[in-house]
Structures are given as C-alpha cells and as structure tokens.
C-alpha cells in the first residue's frame, strides 16, 4: 500500500486505472454542493442538460450543467465525466 500513501501524500484521490475514489470523498462533495449553490449559471446554460457517467458507482445521468462541477443522481459523487453532449431547449452553444 506503499502507492496509496504517495498517492495521498500528493493529493491523488482517484485510483489512476479506474477513477475510482480512493477515500471517503464526502466532506469534499459537501463543499462542492455549497460552491455550486453559491455559483449561478448565466441565462444562456441555465436549461442546459449533459449525460455523465460516474467514476465510483458507474451509473449514467442526464444532469444539469454547472460550470462547477456535475454531481451524480446515483450515489452524489462529484466523481464524473461528460458522456455526451447537451440537450437544451435552445439548440447547444
């Protein structure tokens, strides 16, 4: 467990073969919720919707976009990747 403890020491979270989590991420999702909440999105993005994938439970979201960060619906990890692109009600910009 020598490679987890270097990871850690610089400040690798996520596993570099499967970009899973690698510790309890909680406390840093709840600090991404407040900063999406503090952050607003421009008129323009406020109906835009992308498909992620999450990295720790593997589901596949249609979710807001934010320019901050996209939470998963499945197990509220911030842990995710763009899939696909947008849908909105406008044509995507």
Do not use: P
């Given at each position: 467990m020598d490679c987890l403890k270097e990871m850690q020491q610089h400040l690798q979270f996520f596993c570099p073969m499967c970009s899973k989590s690698i510790c309890d991420m909680s406390k840093v999702w709840e600090k991404l919720d407040e900063e999406v909440a503090l952050t607003p999105m421009p008129e323009s993005y406020q109906n835009k919707r992308?498909?992620?994938?999450?990295n720790d439970c593997n589901a596949t979201s249609e979710v807001p976009f934010h320019i901050v960060a996209q939470k998963c619906l499945n197990c509220n990890s911030y842990n995710?990747?763009?899939?696909?692109?947008?849908?909105?009600?406008?044509?995507c910009r």
């Open positions: 992308i498909w992620i994938l999450c995710t990747r763009q899939t696909r692109g947008c849908h909105t009600t406008d044509t």
